[in-house]
């Protein structure tokens, strides 16, 4: 799930969470200040550069990418306990996480949040206060840059209206995990002896 900072994201996802309870939601790694009433392992483990650095060198990170002067990368670990278990995982990140993710596993579901305007994002960015006049003006770049590629993904939500963006959220991964295609060997052969 892609979407410049200040979308919506974590409240689709939080709004979708009874629906998505049988989903591993992947929490990142991050250099950036904790916000307030942000948490150390809920929102996101912060760490400093040189840890952040260890984790790059030990290869401790399914991806990672720098926006608006920190680092931020998902832990490989639990992702990989996750999907061995069998259970779907949900990553948020921005672009250039995204195209690694999707390189290293081309099965991964890519879903675009959009603001509903450009003016309206800025809104949100400023209404939330957390961040100085210049980091605002880098995260705008950085979600213009980003609606630039959205055809990239597979799924496009804009986020106008929540409630139909939590539904259209759920009826995708409803969808996805409808895919015939998904169906494995052993599946299909006990369904031929049913
Ligand atoms: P924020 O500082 O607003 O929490 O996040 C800034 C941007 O970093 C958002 O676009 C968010 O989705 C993205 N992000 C969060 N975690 C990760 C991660 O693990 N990897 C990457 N590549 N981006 C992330």
Known sequence: MTGASGVGKDTI????APFLSDIAYSISATTRARRPG??????????SKPEFE????SDALLEYADYVGDHYG???APVAEALESGQDVLLELELVGARQVKRRMPEAVMLFIAPPSLWELERRLRGRGTDSED???KRLARA????????EFDYLIVNDDLDRAVQEFESIIRAERARAGLVTDA???S???S
């Open 13 to 16: 996802r939080r709004a979708a």
């Open 38 to 47: 942000e948490e150390q392992g809920v929102q996101y483990f912060f760490v």
């Open 54 to 57: 260890e984790m790059i060198r």
């Open 74 to 76: 998902t832990p490989k």
């Open 135 to 137: 980091k605002i003006q």
């Open 144 to 151: 213009k840059e980003e609606i630039r590629a959205m055809r």
């Open 187 to 189: 599946e299909l052969e």
């Open 191 to 193: 369904y031929l002896r």
